[in-house]
Structure formats: C-alpha cells, structure tokens
C-alpha cells in the first residue's frame, strides 16, 4: 500500500516537473489552438455577413426588375456574378438571361466565364453548361451551343436526358 502511495507521489512529481520544464511550449501550444478558434470563429462570421449581403443584394435586385427597372436590376445582378457567390451568382445569371437585362452577347459570355470559374460541383457546372448551350443556341450559334449539349450527354449528367430532348 506505501508503495502505491509513493509511486503516485513520484509520478506526481515527474509530471509537476515535465509540465515546468516544458511550461512555454505549453502555454505557446494552448495560444495557437485558441487564436485558431477565434481565427475559425471570425472566418464563419465574415462569411456569413458577406452571404445575407450578397442575398439582401439578390433580393434588391428582383424588386427592381419587378418595378421594370432593368438597368439597375442588371447591375446588382452582375455585381452578385462578380462576387462569385455559389448560390445566388448562378441564380442571377439565370435571371439576367431570362429577362433578357444584358444584350451584349460578350458581356454574357464573360458573366458565363465568370459562373464557369467559381468552384461548384459537377451536376452544377453541367446545368452551367446546359444553360450556355441554351443561350447560344437563342442567339444563333447552334454548332457551338449542339457542342456543349454533347458534352453534356458524354459525361452521363443528370442533365443527359434535358440536353438530349434539347438536341432533338
């Protein structure tokens, strides 16, 4: 029984030793794991702000196009692309082609080049694809928007079966 007691005292001790020796590496370990969660905290926070302005901003936008006020819809449509928010950058595209806000062809494909850029799952960049395939197609280039379509229905999209009908 004593020598129980005395290996708990002199592991005690080891370990009150181990932690003074080791005091600073310690104490520098605990700063990097808290300041990495106030780091974590802070980043979901910012982009949680940068997310409900970019939504306040979508919504701004379809109040505008409902007031028949194109022009400045179509600017906060795009300056929603140019953020390049996964959500509403792909749900503003569809609204500047869909009420026809933007007749310049080039500017269009550089909002597309710009949707095509931000980092989305497959299935997103082939309804991208698709809706590319659709916007050339109005606009005449059937050959290149027939391309896109077949891309579409070689990589076996969920997409496939819309871009077929489309192609037929």
Do not use: C, R
Not at 71 to 96: G, H
């Amino acid at each position: 029984m004593e020598d129980n007691t005395q290996n708990n005292k002199n592991f005690s001790e080891s370990l009150i030793n181990i932690i003074k020796k080791n005091i600073n590496i310690i104490i520098i370990i605990l700063f990097i794991l808290f300041s990495s969660l106030i780091g974590i905290s802070f980043f979901e926070h910012h982009k949680d702000n940068k997310n409900v302005k970019v939504s306040e901003k979508y919504i701004q936008a379809g109040l505008l196009l409902e007031k028949k006020k194109k022009k400045e819809s179509n600017i906060i449509y795009q300056e929603i692309i140019q953020s390049k928010n996964k959500s509403y950058s792909l749900l503003s595209l569809n609204n500047i082609i869909d009420n026809e806000l933007e007749q310049d062809e080039i500017k269009v494909f550089k909002l597309f080049n710009t949707i095509e850029s931000i980092k989305l799952e497959k299935e997103q960049k082939d309804l991208v694809k698709l809706k590319k395939a659709l916007y050339l197609i109005k606009i005449s280039k059937n050959e290149d928007g027939n391309k896109l379509l077949n891309e579409i229905i070689s990589t076996n999209s969920i997409w496939k079966n819309t871009a077929l009908d489309i192609l037929n």
